[in-house]
């Protein structure tokens, strides 16, 4: 039973700043990668940006500058902290792992239940 679970989401004004996490629990072997993704009203789920064990990062073009994704290997947890926040940034954030359970002989991708994050003008 592995789960993601996911806080930090909330309403922000314009520029304001909000750090998610995201951690994973069950019976875990190993996490690689890890990743946050978001999905608008009426669009389709995004990449918003991921992570290695190793700490390679790759972002989306809109969120560079702006984000940083992390994570604590010995925790199994991912955050993502979020400055300069914009409007258009308003989405659900889902937490993204890919995980070998200790009774598993493959790897398979985990999904959190999303955070609400709204930034207005």
């Known amino acids: 039973q592995v789960q993601l679970v996911e806080s930090g989401g909330g309403s922000v004004q314009f520029g304001g700043s909000l750090r998610l996490s995201c951690a994973a629990s069950?019976?875990?072997?190993?996490?690689?990668?890890m990743g946050w993704y978001r999905q608008a009203p009426g669009k389709e789920r995004e990449l918003v940006a991921t992570?290695?064990?190793?700490?390679?990062?790759n972002y989306a073009d809109s969120d560079k500058g702006r984000f940083t994704i992390s994570r604590d290997n010995a925790k199994n947890t991912v955050y993502l902290q979020m400055n300069s926040l914009k409007p258009e940034d308003t989405a659900v954030y889902y937490c993204?792992?890919?995980?070998?359970?200790?009774?598993?002989?493959?790897?398979?991708?985990?999904w959190g239940q999303g955070t609400q994050v709204t930034v207005s003008s």
């Open positions: 993204n792992a890919v995980v070998k359970a200790t009774i598993a002989t493959t790897w398979r991708r985990y």
């Open positions: 069950g019976s875990i072997f190993s996490v690689d990668p």
């Open positions: 992570i290695t064990s190793n700490g390679i990062t």
